[in-house]
């Protein structure tokens, strides 16, 4: 697919020809917090003791469904937009400290004892993880009412940073869409509606509780490993209604799913180019989860599980890596 084709650069045109010149819904304002003034985890306070006892405890079999992806220089990543990819880089290799002995122990020692070390670099809502509530507000407030003129550092967001994130635990629930529509891939930019995911969830007998952590399958990772090109071309996710009737009246904890963005791209409101952010992120304060791989849980047809995302502390920032697992649980 050339980059015209490409759904991220058809974003950057959408967005392009909307401007910031025309008006804002009034109505779309960060959201206040019924967990408090000081509250930066949103509807992740909906994770309690009693609710994973009672998960843990449901366990059935000692399978453990890993469900990030690898991380390698090439891999796909929101990098339209200016943000840096991932790279990798040695800083100490076995030949390299014999050469130039960094080490001072001389080539003996540095003969014996094979050193390597390396570093990565990249934007940090590459690979699989989850979005802080820092990374979107509207009218420069994120959620509960934090103002980037009052929060927002040369070092990173005073308040909503990713390290706030508690360990992710909850009832998983996976919402098989593309195995619904018997594809292995849903079609290219196809949008994802809330009869889809009613439907899905009727086919498979799914009862969605409040607090629960709904993964959404497009087939999409597929391309992941093999065409990049692909994973980033394609723009299939889920709409807004859909998202709407999960959160508000299902009372999900938080969503993820195995595309770029969880939303289907590009917006279809020349007002916000990323209305799903927006309302999730802003208005909900539901934290959520993208690049999620869900192969293995579709293939062995398990669609309930305990779901454990486990957040690295990075102070301040908008998002953070995260290796998510599912465990089977008994229905």
């Not at 014999?98 to 070390?117: C, E, L, M, W």
């Not at 799914?206 to 065409?227: A, E, N, P």
């Not at 916000?272 to 062995?300: C, D, I, R």
């Not at 599912?326 to 229905?331: D, G, T, V, W």
């Amino acid at each position: 697919m050339n980059i015209k084709g490409s759904i991220l650069f058809g974003l950057l045109i959408t967005f392009s020809a909307a401007g910031y010149s025309q008006t804002v819904n009034s109505t779309e304002r960060s959201g206040v917090s019924p967990w408090g003034a000081d509250d930066q985890i949103g509807r992740l306070n909906l994770i309690n003791e009693k609710n994973n006892l009672a998960l843990f405890s449901a366990i059935r079999t000692g399978k453990v469904y890993d469900l990030g992806v690898e991380y390698f220089i090439g891999m796909p990543s929101f990098t339209a937009l200016g943000d840096p990819p991932y790279q990798y880089w040695l800083t100490h290799t076995p030949r390299g400290n014999r050469v130039g002995d960094i080490t001072h122990a001389g080539d003996s020692v540095n003969s014996k004892v094979s050193y390597t070390g390396d570093a990565v670099s990249m934007y940090t809502h590459t690979g699989t993880h989850i979005d802080a509530l820092a990374h979107f507000g509207l009218h420069g407030k994120i959620y509960n009412g934090f103002e980037a003129d009052q929060y927002l550092s040369d070092r990173g967001w005073k308040k909503g940073g990713a390290e706030n994130i508690p360990p992710v635990i909850g009832r998983g629930i996976l919402i098989d869409v593309a195995k619904y529509k018997g594809l292995d891939i849903l079609p290219e930019n196809y949008v994802i509606t809330l009869k889809d995911v009613q439907s899905a969830l009727q086919t498979e007998q799914l009862q969605i509780q409040k607090g629960d952590v709904v993964l959404i399958r497009t087939g999409l990772m597929k391309y992941f490993y093999t065409d990049a090109a692909k994973f980033t071309g394609n723009g299939v996710g889920i709409n807004l209604e859909a998202l709407k009737w999960l959160v508000d009246e299902k009372g999900v904890m938080t969503l993820g799913g195995d595309n770029l963005a969880l939303e289907a791209l590009p917006s279809s409101d020349s007002n916000n180019w990323l209305p799903g952010h927006t309302y999730l992120l802003a208005q909900k304060g539901v934290m959520f989860m993208e690049l999620v791989y869900l192969e293995g849980l579709s293939k062995a047809n398990v669609n309930e599980f305990l779901f454990i995302g486990l957040p690295l502390k990075l102070r301040g920032a908008s998002a953070s890596p995260l290796r998510p697992l599912a465990i089977p649980i008994k229905n």
